[in-house]
Nanobody, 120 residues
Framework: QVQLVESGGGLVQAGGSLRLSCAVSGRTFSSYAMGWFRQAPGKEREFVAAISWSSGSRYYADSAKGRFTISRDNAKNTVSLQMNSLKPEDTAVYYC?????????????WGRGTQVTVSS
């Protein structure tokens, strides 16, 4: 069993920053990609960012480009999402996920999410 636990969410004013973290524990794999997704009230879950095992490949949604940075520490089994210049439309529950088959594969394991609220 794999467990993912997100942290770092909270309430921030527009223009502020937050850093989300996700810790992976339990059964681990030789290599896996990780991603961040979010779901706002009344909307479908959407992709935010992803990173390959080696950190050599990083992908961002258009809404995140230039403002968010994804990173990982394989020694600690963690992935982070630095979010700057936050906007009210970034308000959502943010989830981290593991994709054993790589960034283009299916995300197999998910955390329970952390709430991010950006006030205007």
């Amino acid at each position: 069993q794999v467990q993912l636990v997100e942290s770092g969410g909270g309430l921030v004013q527009a223009g502020g920053s937050l850093r989300l973290s996700c810790a992976v524990s339990g059964r681990t794999f030789s290599s896996y990609a990780m991603g961040w997704f979010r779901q706002a009230p009344g909307k479908e879950r959407e992709f935010v960012a992803a990173i390959s095992w080696s950190s050599g490949s990083r992908y961002y949604a258009d809404s995140a480009k230039g403002r968010f940075t994804i990173s990982r520490d394989n020694a600690k089994n963690t992935v982070s999402l630095q979010m700057n210049s936050l906007k009210p439309e970034d308000t959502a529950v943010y989830y981290c996920a593991v994709a054993r088959a790589g960034v283009a594969g299916t995300y197999d394991y998910w955390g329970r999410g952390t709430q991010v609220t950006v006030s205007s």
